[in-house]
């Protein structure tokens, strides 16, 4: 079970959230970039929403991140990380060579007091939960934070590693749905620009055509 953040567990929920605010409009640089998200986590295992609590990788989560450690990757990536600890570990596991940039804009989204309960209980992505953080707001911090990490690669792949929240922003900001099924847990995403709007490419280690 994950930690409460310090609330009682018996805070009501209903009627917490605050008032729908509207997505600001925000673009991303138009340069490719690469997103996966943290190894299983013991809340990911009990379907529980962590949020900005931290969950520990179990030993599935650890071997997958291992494995990344064995894919081919452009010579000239730069590893970005969101500070919360199962994403440091992945990246640690997936990139043992590397020294990743601490990104606070990577991090998850908070929930605030949905935060250890049942993932059946989320809000509607739009609506903000009880001392949580609004959607816009998410949005806005994702797109300053892929952007930091575009302008420091200066011209090599830059590679986060986050999570579901922030990959779902991602799809948002490149015109694409953020809702539907969790992105996959130690799954790279390529998000690249094209003359008629970004591209999103799942990848997989025995296909490298994409590294030019």
């Known amino acids: ?32 970039f690469v997103l996966i998200r943290h190894g299983q986590t013991d809340a990911n295992r009990d379907h529980l929403v962590a ?28 590893l970005f990380v969101s500070p919360q600890q199962r994403a440091r570990e992945t990246a640690r596991l997936a990139f043992p060579h590397h020294s990743p940039v601490l990104l606070e804009g990577l991090r998850e989204r908070d929930w605030g007091l949905l935060e250890g309960r049942p993932v059946s209980q989320l809000l509607p992505r739009d609506q903000t939960p009880e001392q949580g953080e609004a959607w816009p707001d998410m949005i806005g911090r994702v797109c300053a934070a ?15 590693v986050a999570h579901s929240g922030v990959i779902r922003a991602a799809r948002h ?40």
């Open 173 to 212: 900001l490149t015109g694409g749905a953020a809702d539907g099924p969790s992105p996959a847990n130690t799954t790279p995403y390529l998000f690249s620009p094209t003359p008629e709007g970004w591209r999103e490419t799942l990848l997989e280690q025995k296909d490298t055509r994409w590294i030019a």
């Open 51 to 78: 949020g900005r609590t931290e969950a520990q990788l179990t030993q599935v989560g650890r071997r997958a991140a291992q494995a990344l450690s064995g894919w081919e990757w452009p010579a000239d990536t730069m």
């Open 146 to 160: 892929i952007a930091v990490a575009q302008d420091a690669a200066a011209g090599r792949l830059p590679v986060c």
């Open 1 to 32: 079970m994950l930690p409460t953040r310090g609330l009682p567990a018996r805070t009501a929920l209903s009627g917490g959230s605050r008032a729908e605010r509207k997505v600001p409009v925000v673009t991303l640089r138009a340069r490719p």
